[in-house]
């Protein structure tokens, strides 16, 4: 078990700056998803420390010792990598063991180790065959297992779900949940989806261009985004985004309607609004939205329509049942609207 | 329809081609087979017969005029050294190359294995005389290896770099060093092309003339410089020549068919992802 902290932590690549210098502390047991677009560093972070890439700069501790210059060994790490990385010419079994023979265990304890792992898993049928004749969920919990059974102080994840079909990603991000609260390990998962950063994490760390953009709880990171990049990052639709003007008590649209919204001051500024944060409004009142195009997902149903020069995405009750070229009218929930500096794209508070 | 008989057109083509291949590079062969069970005179009448009497006489000749056991061994031992010495020096080198991804080792050896072999041939030859080895299986296991590495290193250098980087992160992860990650994940995986590798380097060095000519003597002398022999200042025993030749081509021609699978697959190996 262990915590992890980081100091000034910077990654070069030659001239390109990759992380231009990191704090970041995880506590034991904890959960934490890194979380952004392709690019963003989150996998190079993951990969500092597990110790497969060194840093440029910085300190790295695991349990308050130092761990910069020892190995992925030596910081006692386990990594399901986003292709598996399982060695294609061992079985399933000697996959599993494979680790634990390199930590020179018995026959007798890396048996009861694989077999017990194979069991939680569900992969016990599978402990003679090789990689290749596995599906890739199944290869995927070999990996997942190969990881368990070392019973590490920290489980890195890179990306390990992206090569799943939709149904399966699902049901092992259940997995990997439960698994989680059983083994309470502290564990580390990178993803650019953040429908699984969402659903998994204790605490989410959003990245971009190697920056933490912000550190909080999914709740945290949804309800109160600290920037109109995270506001945008975080959110399925994405939060819509409307240049307005701070009145007293509301916001005025560049068209002149005016929207009720709390915690204004004055002067320009960035208003974020979620789909589902919309509120129908009676004819006449709020925003006049004509209807673009209609999604029904089912359970609820997302309208599209321009305010002003920005397309809007709203959520609606599918009962409304509304159609293309439908005018709406939509107020926003004046305490769950969200304003953003204009300049730095800081929330304003 | 039009696709099939398209399809069949190019199945065609690719047989004759493969046909006119098969002949240009076997007729040679042919050729030195019947010709040494040919009396010398049969082998250099004009017009050539294809229908003749066969003799072994050459291949008896062989045997009790010349010690020909003997230099079959001084080539196992000389082709069978340069081959271990390349293995062993070129699979760590091509495997630290692929890990580090330093291209200038392959360049190095490259540009070694491109320059002619007379251009070595003085160094080694003072070099050794100095070391009291002319004449040594050490001399000619060294020089041969000369010859071996390049090919080691240039046939795996691919075939480490098709292992996907994740694996050998995954065994480090697993608690391996470079060289254990080598033993336990590169060298099983590299097998077909490590086959490969075993064979050229074997074949190459079984063949290689120049450096066996100049560094062995009657002790060390192995096959290649031994059926030399039979070409002398004023005529040649041809018959004699291809009766050796074709015992010399013998050991990896064997082989190469005993591996022709594992070849085919190694000389394929890199060349698409997995």
Sequence with gaps: MASI??????????????IPSLDLDIEDHEFVVFVG??????STLLRIIAGLEPVSAGELRFAGERANEKSPAQRNVAMVFQDYALYPHMTVYQNMAFGLEMRRMTRAEIDERVRRAARMLEIEPMLGRHPRALSGGQRQRVAMGRAMVRDPSVFLFDEPLSNLDAQLRG?????????????RTTMIFVTHDQVEAMTMADRIVVLQRGVIQQVGTPEEVYEQPANRFVAGFIGAPAMNFLPVTQEHGAVRLGNGTALRVDHTRSGPAILGVRPEHFVAAPPGQGLAAELLLVEPLGSDTLVHFMA???RCIARVRPETRPQPGQVLHFTVQPDRAHLFDTESGAAMR | ???????????????????????????????????????????????????FRPTLANYENLARTTSFLAYARNSLIESGGATLLGLLLGIPAAYAASVTR?????????????????????????????FNLIGSYTALILTQGVIALPIVI?????????????????????????????????????????VIATILSFVFS??????????????????????????????????????AATLITLPPLVLAIAVQRWLVAGLTLGAVKG
């Excluded at chain 2, 019947?34 to 017969?49: G, M």
């Excluded at chain 2, 190095?108 to 100095?130: E, I, K, Q």
């Excluded at chain 2, 292992?163 to 992860?173: D, H, Y």
């Design chain 1, 37 to 42: 677009p392709s690019g963003c560093g989150k």
């Design chain 2, 1 to 51: 329809m039009e696709r099939d008989q398209k399809s069949a057109a190019a199945r065609v083509l690719i047989a004759v081609l493969a046909i006119i291949a098969a002949a240009l590079i076997l007729t040679p062969l042919v050729w030195m087979v019947l010709s040494s069970f040919k009396s010398s005179d049969q082998v250099t009448a004009y017009p050539p017969s294809l229908l």
């Design chain 2, 102 to 130: 330093a291209s200038w080792p392959a360049l190095a050896t490259l540009s070694a294995r491109m320059a002619p072999g007379t251009l070595f041939l003085v160094p080694w030859y003072l070099a050794f005389r100095d």
């Design chain 2, 154 to 194: 240039w046939v795996l250098l691919p075939v480490f770099d098709a292992i996907p980087r994740s694996v050998l992160e995954a065994a480090q992860v697993d608690g391996c060093g470079v060289l254990r990650s080598l033993w336990r994940i590169g060298l099983p995986l590299a097998r077909p092309g490590i």
């Design chain 1, 5 to 18: 902290s980081l100091r000034g932590v910077e990654k070069r690549f030659g001239a390109v700056e990759v």
């Design chain 1, 171 to 183: 049901q092992v991000r259940t997995e990997i949940k439960a698994l989680s609260q059983r083994l």
């Design chain 1, 308 to 310: 002003g020069e920005v």
């Design chain 2, 206 to 243: 079984w063949n290689f003339f120049l450096f066996a000519l100049v560094l062995s003597d009657h002790s060390t002398k192995p096959l290649v410089v031994a059926a030399f022999n039979f070409i002398g200042e004023g005529s040649t025993d041809w018959g004699g020549l291809m009766a």
